[in-house]
């Protein structure tokens, strides 16, 4: 594993460990920061995958388009579509009022 993806795995880490830290709060959790994060740490997860495969990601949010290039270039990739795109969603639309 090279070093590009090792700094990709740990931002994500660092998402996830965000994301559970808020998601245990017992005063007024931010239910919209925890899946902001959520979706943050699955982004870069998907990333460090697609550049160990030597593909370069593309610079997008979008988890259903990193989906479809990841299992192009690693057979053994499964994730349901569904969820990514709640995931997507909820990074963004969530975070705003309306």
């Known amino acids: 594993m090279n070093e590009t993806v090792k700094e990709w795995i740990a931002k994500a880490e660092g998402d996830f460990r965000t994301a ?20 943050q740490c699955i982004e870069k997860l998907l990333k460090a995958i697609l550049i160990h495969h030597k593909v370069i990601p593309p610079k ?3 988890l259903a388009v990193l989906n479809q290039l990841l299992s192009s270039v690693y057979s ?3 994730w349901t579509l569904e969820e990514l795109r709640f995931l997507t969603r909820a990074a963004v639309e969530y975070r705003y009022p309306g």
């Open 76 to 78: 053994g990739w499964s």
């Open 20 to 39: 559970g830290r808020e998601l245990k709060t017992k005063d007024q959790p931010n239910y919209d920061a925890v899946c902001f994060h959520a979706q």
């Open 60 to 62: 997008t949010h979008d």
